[in-house]
């Protein structure tokens, strides 16, 4: 079975300064990554992905996440926040042939100071 | 297209009662679930389908039941209320069933947040 840590449940950075969530997993097989953000009172909306082949992911509004195997990580970056970045982010993991189940973290909650 | 819709958004329910969240999807997508999603714990599988007529428990599955009946509904029905399914609910789709193909995205709807007194 898979598992998702994310290290920090509330983070709080200033505005243009970089942003840095952070997201280990646990898996027996090659896993399929992802992050997704939540904005308040909404949906869960798919942030980028990792599957297969390059490890540097991109992803919408300038984040991006690199998967590294010998750290089982697949952290959240982005150069510099923005107020409109405050929301909920949760790193999932999935594995192929277990039907599209996605492995949730705890979530991080990301607060951007003026 | 719609996407994946769900009804009611909010709902308030006593101790007992039974109800049935509503999820459609107009994609033609086989895969759909239902998560909860409660503070600090981020989002929990509580059943699954990979297509009409087959479904499957995930990691919290007591107190509810689905059935497939079509690819477009799946809904969750909670049988006896309580206290602890006070949650936000999301249903959630994608384009493959059985996972064994390149990956497909999972489609989210906009949850619908259950209050059990």
């Known amino acids: 079975a898979q598992s998702v840590t994310q290290l920090g449940s509330h983070v709080s950075v200033s505005e243009g300064a970089l942003v840095l969530l952070r997201c280990n997993y646990s898996?027996?097989?090659?896993?399929?990554l992802f992050w997704y953000v939540q904005y308040p009172n909404q949906g869960l909306q798919l942030l980028l992905k990792?599957?297969?082949?390059?490890?540097l992911v991109k992803g919408i509004n300038g984040f991006e996440a690199e998967f590294k195997k010998s750290e089982t990580s697949f952290h959240l970056t982005k150069p510099s926040a923005h107020m409109s970045d405050a929301a909920e982010y949760f790193c999932?993991?999935?594995?192929?042939?277990?039907?599209?189940?996605?492995?949730f973290g705890s979530g991080t909650q990301l607060t951007v100071l003026p | 297209n719609a996407g994946v819709t769900q009804t009611p958004k909010f709902q308030v329910l006593k101790t007992g009662q039974s109800m049935t969240l509503q999820c459609a999807q107009d994609m033609n997508h086989e895969y759909m679930s239902w998560y909860r999603q409660d503070p600090g714990m981020g989002l929990r599988l509580i059943h699954y389908s990979v297509g009409a007529g087959i479904t499957d428990q995930g990691e919290v599955p007591n107190g509810y039941n689905v059935s497939r009946s079509t690819t477009e509904d799946f809904p969750l029905r909670l049988l006896s209320a309580a206290p602890s399914q006070t949650s936000v609910y999301f249903c959630?789709?994608?384009?493959?069933?059985?996972?064994?193909?390149?990956?497909?995205?999972?489609?989210f709807g906009p949850g619908t947040r259950l209050t059990v007194l």
């Open positions: 959630a789709s994608s384009p493959d069933g059985l996972g064994t193909g390149s990956y497909n995205e999972q489609f």
């Open positions: 999932a993991v999935s594995v192929r042939g277990s039907a599209r189940q996605l492995t």
């Open positions: 990792y599957t297969t082949g390059a490890t």
């Open positions: 898996s027996s097989v090659p896993p399929y």
